[in-house]
């Protein structure tokens, strides 16, 4: 049997009211080993970089300090980014299952990233080219209403430097990407590869890479099933028969045989009605500074904050009125 294997290869989390000993602790890093770079990144006022690969560390430090003593701002926390080749160089002395098990066990931490790859080292299943001819002929069904395709060129032959399809939108919480791995190892290679390379990526953010490793944390499905199972949900290859409903078109072979034995796999979660203090805490950490601005400007005046008030009291709909009467509720009892 013809065996692919899947890996992380993107992890991002941002782990709140914590200082940088827990962050180090939760990673089995050690701070001697991380380097200030000159600049932060993602809004953070500082970052570090592991001496050893590509795990990054951003944090904004209320004392200024890139160190040990740095004093973190607790409310914007500290984000945790290991990219693709620094999941790899992790991994060759930590787990990152362990890692996702052990974080998901912790309150006040954010998934905000994860990338699940499967990599096919012939394209015997997953063939680029293949693919790229389905979606030109329109022989694919999906719940993602747009695929785009990036191509690179070499200006002196024209021959390919690289050709990478996405299937939905790249700003989503679920995106698929697809590429030529054989053409971006030629570009960083001397000698001729003659092997056919394609991987395929699936890019889960924030409530779906939570849903995610709600899963990966029950232990039931494996690494392999989790993909398997999210493109089942969301992408079908077909053969084209005389039916004029392309629904009912038969699913190609080498998509049924990179799919077969695994379920479809649910990534949304019913939304929760916000409660008062979600709306307090929005209005906190969103527009708290734009409130700011504008009453020292007005010199402390508020008759237009009583005047957006009046509006807004008359605009208010059945979840502002369901959460006031839970709020209250609380109150009295």
């Not at 020292?296 to 957006?308: F, P, T, Y």
């Amino acid at each position: 049997m013809y065996m692919l294997s899947v890996i992380i290869d993107w992890l991002e989390f941002t782990v709140l009211k914590c200082q940088l000993d827990t962050v180090m602790e939760i990673l089995e890093l050690k701070i001697e080993d991380f380097s200030p770079l000159s600049k932060g990144r993602f809004g953070y006022h500082h970052q570090l970089k592991w001496n050893d690969g590509n795990v990054f560390i951003m944090f904004t430090s209320i004392n200024d300090r890139v160190d040990a003593d740095a004093k973190i701002n607790e409310k914007s926390g500290i984000h945790v980014m290991i990219t693709g080749q620094g999941c790899r160089q992790f991994s060759t002395s930590h787990n990152l299952n362990e890692l996702i098990i052990a974080l998901s066990a912790r309150d006040h931490v954010n998934f905000t990233r994860i990338d699940l790859a499967i990599d096919d080292y012939e394209s015997h299943i997953i063939n680029f080219t293949c693919i790229h001819d389905h979606a030109l002929r329109g022989h694919f069904t999906s719940r993602w209403s747009k695929w785009d395709e990036v191509n690179s060129r070499q200006t002196s032959s024209n021959e390919y430097l690289g050709r990478t399809m996405y299937f939905g939108s790249q700003q989503s919480d679920l995106f698929c990407r697809i590429y030529d791995k054989t053409l971006e190892r030629k570009a960083n290679a001397d000698e001729d590869i003659d092997t056919e390379w394609t991987r395929l990526e699936l890019v889960y953010r924030k409530e779906r890479a939570s849903m995610l490793v709600k899963y990966l944390v029950d232990g039931e499905l494996s690494l392999g099933s989790l993909l398997k199972g999210t493109l089942k949900q969301y992408l079908r290859f077909l053969t084209p028969s005389r039916d004029s409903n392309k629904a009912r078109w038969p699913t190609a072979p080498w998509w049924e045989q990179l799919l077969e034995e695994v379920a479809p796999l649910k990534l949304t979660i019913k939304k929760e009605a916000r409660t008062i203090e979600d709306m307090t805490s929005w209005v906190e950490q969103q527009i708290s500074p734009t409130i700011a601005a504008i009453i020292k400007a007005h010199e402390g005046d508020l008759s237009w904050l009583r005047s957006i008030l009046y509006s807004g009291a008359e605009r208010l709909t059945q979840k502002h009125t369901d959460a006031i009467r839970q709020y209250q509720k609380g109150l009295t009892a």
